[in-house]
């Protein structure tokens, strides 16, 4: 699926913001990063606390570093877009990941499993 914005600056506006708020409802919806908060924080929790000051800061530290890294990462996505429009970049970014892969599979056949 592909979308487009508008040409005109509201119509551009609305449109960012109408995706902005369908990715931030398919983030919150994910059972994965629900999963992730039950299963991994409790750990964290001090029982003689009071859970929802602590709760609240391990969640706007993790919002933190999610939103750096997927800020950096766009950012970096956008620096090299314009390279992998080519097909040769392309070429080499496929060739370059199956190499990648190929050497992985065989130093997992050269491992050796200590019981």
Do not use: D, Y
């Not at 398919?26 to 994965?32: D, L």
């Not at 570093?65 to 097909?87: D, K, M, Q, Y």
């Amino acid at each position: 699926m592909r979308l487009r914005c508008r040409a005109n600056a509201e119509g551009t506006e609305t449109a960012r913001r109408s995706f902005f708020i369908r990715g931030f409802l398919v983030g919150a919806s994910n059972p994965k990063a629900l999963l992730f908060f039950a299963a991994f924080f409790p750990q964290f929790l001090n029982p003689a606390a009071a859970f929802a000051p602590q709760f609240a800061i391990l969640a706007l530290t993790f919002v933190a570093f999610e939103l750096s890294v997927l800020t950096l990462c766009s950012l970096g996505v956008s620096r090299i877009a314009p390279l992998l429009r080519s097909s040769k970049a392309v070429r080499w970014v496929n060739r370059v990941s199956g190499g990648l892969f190929t050497l992985m599979g065989g130093l997992l056949l050269l491992t050796r499993r200590h019981a």
